[in-house]
């Protein structure tokens, strides 16, 4: 079970990174035919592309994911416990997956079927914000030998996503928008003040986020800490 378990994960990973290919392929090819100069530039589109936080929820997943699947499949002995660096990164990724999935469903989907740089992708879209994330929280909660992490973690999953709402920030009025040549370009509408009538609104989405953030961690800490005593009592006789 846990060869097949570890194939599974090391399948999923490989289509989280191979949609993203394909999505950035896909996006570029448009990039590259536009003849505004602000909608052609290919080094701000890559830079823009990685600037999303789905695809680098996506990549932390994706990284996890073959990760623990190397370890397992390098050790015969299923009943040994992976070590807390593993564990972590699986609460991480399980997080912010769920935050991905979250944001899209409730925001986002259908706001912009038309596409941005290009027309709109269903398919990708789907994959990198249920079915990945479905399955990345899956392996969370089904993980059978399980590993206590530290409540400390939480510091660092409320940490990236404030970096990254504060990089957005910071950089988006140093990018002209590819479709439409705004002066300014955000990677999401809920961080653009202009979309949300102001910094207030901005604040707010923000720090509603944070506190998803921080409700979604705790919540995957507690259950893999809660997993560990579970399976320390059943082991005492």
Avoid at 85 to 103: E, H, K, S
Avoid at 105 to 134: C, I, K, Q
Avoid at 210 to 228: D, L, M, N, P, S
């Amino acid at each position: 079970m846990t060869r097949i378990w570890s194939l599974a994960r090391i399948a999923v990973a490989l289509l989280a990174l191979g949609t993203l290919v394909f999505q950035f392929a896909h996006d570029l090819s448009y990039v590259v035919a536009a003849e505004e100069p602000y909608a052609s530039h290919v080094p701000t589109f890559a830079w823009n592309f990685a600037s999303f936080f789905t695809n680098q929820s996506n990549v932390i997943a994706a990284a996890f994911l073959l990760l623990a699947a190397w370890w397992s499949l390098a050790r015969r002995d299923g009943g040994e416990r992976p070590p807390v660096w593993l564990a972590a990164l699986q609460v991480v990724a399980a997080t912010f997956m769920t935050v991905t999935c979250v944001v899209y469903n409730v925001l986002l989907r259908g706001t912009d079927t038309a596409g941005g740089v290009a027309p709109h992708v269903e398919w990708s879209n789907e994959v990198m914000h249920v079915v990945v994330p479905a399955f990345v929280v899956l392996d969370l909660l089904l993980m059978t030998v399980p590993r206590r992490v530290s409540w400390r973690l939480l510091i660092v999953l409320v940490a990236y996503p404030a970096l990254y709402a504060a990089y957005s920030l910071l950089r988006a009025p140093f990018v002209t928008a590819p479709v439409g040549g705004a002066a300014v370009w955000y990677p999401y509408p809920f961080l653009d003040p202009q979309a949300q009538g102001g910094w207030g609104g901005v604040a707010l989405y923000v720090a509603v986020l944070a506190a998803a953030v921080t409700a979604i961690g705790a919540v995957f800490v507690a259950y893999a800490r809660w997993r560990v005593g579970r399976s320390e009592r059943r082991m005492t006789p």
